[in-house]
């Protein structure tokens, strides 16, 4: 799909298998969330800009780079926050914004609850860090806010997403390219991505447990 690239590197594929497993634990499902969302910021900042700089080894000068874009990291809370350590591992200047967004059970809907931002959002690149892309309606919600703040370099991050909310993120928001590392199957009734990995919120933090 057009805009969508897919991380699909055989570490990622192995820890999609335990994120989905419905018998791993909450401690354990933290963890190779963590892990997961480390190789995904090696995928998503492929084409970051750098700048040469000289650096001296212990036995002479050479070339060395320094990254030049300035990285804001926009989790959706609360399952986003899964997602931050793995990135800030290894983008460690990397600010961090929140967006809280919850689906209203009955419409579906996304409902905003808490936004905070680091400053000059226009002149970073942003990227939304969201483990489900189901209908769309977060991801879309996130990104018409983050623009209304000024962003203008947006990339939404996904460990999971739905066709249905590909087609909307796409239609709604052309520019936004998305990450993902599985397109899965379709929606349910609920709302919920098939075959999925159940509610990722709950899985994080351990509230259905
Ligand atoms: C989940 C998920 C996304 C949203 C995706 O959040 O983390 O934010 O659903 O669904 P959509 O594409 O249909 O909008 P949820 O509303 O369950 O809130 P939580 O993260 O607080 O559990
Ligand atoms: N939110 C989740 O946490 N899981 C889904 O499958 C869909 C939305």
């Known amino acids: 799909m057009k805009n969508l690239v897919l991380i699909d590197h055989p570490l990622v594929k192995r820890d999609l298998t335990i994120l989905r497993d ?10 190779v969330l963590r892990r997961t969302a480390s190789l995904m910021a090696y995928e998503v900042t492929s084409d ?18 320094t990254i030049t874009d300035q990285i804001i990291l926009v ?13 800030v591992e290894v983008l460690p200047d990397a600010r961090v914004g929140h967006i809280g967004l919850y689906r209203d059970e009955v419409t579906l809907q996304p409902v905003d609850y808490y936004l905070k931002f680091p400053s000059k959002l226009n002149h970073a690149l942003v990227l939304v860090l969201d483990p489900m892309l189901a209908t769309g309606g977060s991801a879309t919600s996130a990104v018409s806010v983050l623009k209304s703040k000024g962003a203008r370099k947006i990339r939404f991050v996904s460990l999971v997403a739905a066709p249905e909310g590909v087609r909307l993120l796409l239609k709604t928001h052309p520019d936004v ?12 009734a609920k709302g919920y991505i098939l075959p999925g990995l159940g509610d990722a919120g709950d899985r994080i933090f351990g509230t259905a447990e």
Do not use: Q, W
């Open 177 to 188: 390219k998305m990450y993902t590392c599985s397109l899965d199957r379709e929606l349910n």
């Open 22 to 31: 419905k018998n791993t634990r909450s401690h354990t499902f933290r963890a």
């Open 75 to 87: 989790p959706i809370l609360r399952a986003g926050l899964g997602l931050v350590g793995g990135f």
């Open 48 to 65: 970051l800009a750098i700048k040469k700089s000289v650096v001296r080894t212990p036995l002479e000068r050479t070339t060395g780079y």
